[in-house]
């Protein structure tokens, strides 16, 4: 399996665009998690959903993100419209909720800038 | 709630020194415990795992011991190496119905000179 995949691996936008990120979970993983990562902030987590339904959506940190997980194997995570503060990177993960612990396993990550 | 809480970074050793990141936690019922470690530009990687108490996860040379009596998961390494340089995260998962969700710790950066 080629693992999680993200897409793109670096965003440049400018204020007040609209931000698509991309992921692709490994396929049979049921639970999918969005993080996000900054110096001051750490690790985040923003979002997950469990068998493509949302769990537990609040630690996003405004209405101006939003996910969705339209089939076993997509996910999206967007910004609309984005701001300097958003810049950060965001990780997807995902992982099988079963028998023993369920480790979870990292994309890459996109590196999102806002100008 | 669920946390863990590392030791405060960052960390910087020599080549072949010794290496503790401490990593406590607090949960209801029987945590599994993780470390995972980020390369630079890289993803989070599991480095090792422990599922019960008293359960010793190893990796690479890695080690950490789940100790209930302590809540505590703590991660060793008798001779790191500057491949070592990384940022460490402690990780818990609860169980139940958490759906796989793992809570982290803050990180530790490591830095190893030659």
């Known amino acids: 399996d080629a693992g999680v995949i993200q897409s793109p691996r670096h965003e440049v936008t400018e204020m007040g665009q609209e931000v698509t990120l991309r992921c692709k979970p490994i396929?049979?993983?049921?639970?999918l998690f969005w993080y996000r990562q900054t110096m001051m902030r750490g690790l985040e987590l923003l979002i997950y959903?469990?068998?493509?339904?949302?769990?537990?959506d609040s630690g996003m940190p405004e209405d101006r993100f939003s996910a969705k997980m339209p089939n076993a194997s997509f996910s999206t995570l967007k910004i609309q419209p984005s701001e300097p503060r958003d810049s950060a990177v965001y990780f997807c993960?995902?992982?099988?909720?079963?028998?023993?612990?369920?480790?979870?396993?990292f994309g890459q990550g996109t590196r999102l800038t806002v100008v | 709630g669920n946390s863990v809480t590392q030791m405060e970074g960052p960390v910087t050793l020599s080549e072949e020194a010794f290496l503790t990141i401490n990593c406590t936690y607090t949960?209801?019922?029987?945590?599994?415990l993780f470390w995972y470690v980020q390369y630079p530009g890289e993803g989070l990687q599991l480095l090792l795992k422990?599922?019960?108490?008293?359960d010793k996860g190893s990796n690479k040379g890695f080690e950490a011991t789940y100790r209930k009596e302590t809540t505590s998961f703590h991660l060793e390494k008798g001779s790191v190496q500057v491949s070592d340089s990384a940022v460490y995260f402690c990780?818990?998962?609860?169980?139940?119905?958490?759906?796989?969700?793992?809570?982290f710790g803050q990180g530790t950066i490591l830095t190893v000179h030659p």
């Open positions: 993960a995902s992982s099988f909720r079963g028998q023993g612990s369920t480790e979870a396993f």
């Open positions: 396929s049979g993983h049921n639970s």
């Open positions: 959903f469990n068998n493509n339904v949302p769990i537990d």
């Open positions: 949960a209801t019922g029987y945590p599994s």
């Open positions: 422990a599922t019960k108490a008293d």
């Open positions: 990780a818990l998962h609860a169980g139940g119905t958490s759906y796989g969700k793992l809570t």
